[in-house]
């Protein structure tokens, strides 16, 4: 028995497969869903969801959102998403190389710290999807 993935963003569905199982980035920490899984709704954090297509294991970039399971069906309603190969690592490491140089210099507020953080941890996730 298969799951059914649906992953959708507010501009596009990225994916609509049959698959072997899914693995996301929870708000809670990751978690996996295979055949049979009990129905779930939970929070997306930003990181890789992957997912196992005739055996080939395939991944995405998710920048939030929620996932529900439902009777073998997963749907991620991400708020982001790409597919690594829309991502260009070398912009990345540029972008990456700037969060950088910005922390290292930062005498702002805590606000400002968390939203560097956060491109940062965007920019790691990114490049690692690109490969």
Known sequence: MALTLRLIT?????????VEQVVAPGAAGQFGVLPE?????????????????????K???????Y?????????ILADEAELPE??????VREELADVEHQLATIVGEPAE???LLRERRRAHVRLAAAG
């Open 67 to 75: 996932a529900e399971v439902v009777d073998n069906v997963v749907t």
């Open 37 to 57: 899984h009990v129905t779930f709704l939970g929070e997306l954090d930003l990181g890789l969801l992957t997912y196992v297509e005739h055996g080939t294991a």
């Open 10 to 18: 507010p501009t596009r569905q990225l994916v609509e497969a049959e």
């Open 113 to 115: 710290v968390d939203a």
């Open 86 to 91: 829309e991502i260009d690592a070398t912009t």
């Open 59 to 65: 991944r995405v970039v998710v920048h939030g959102g």
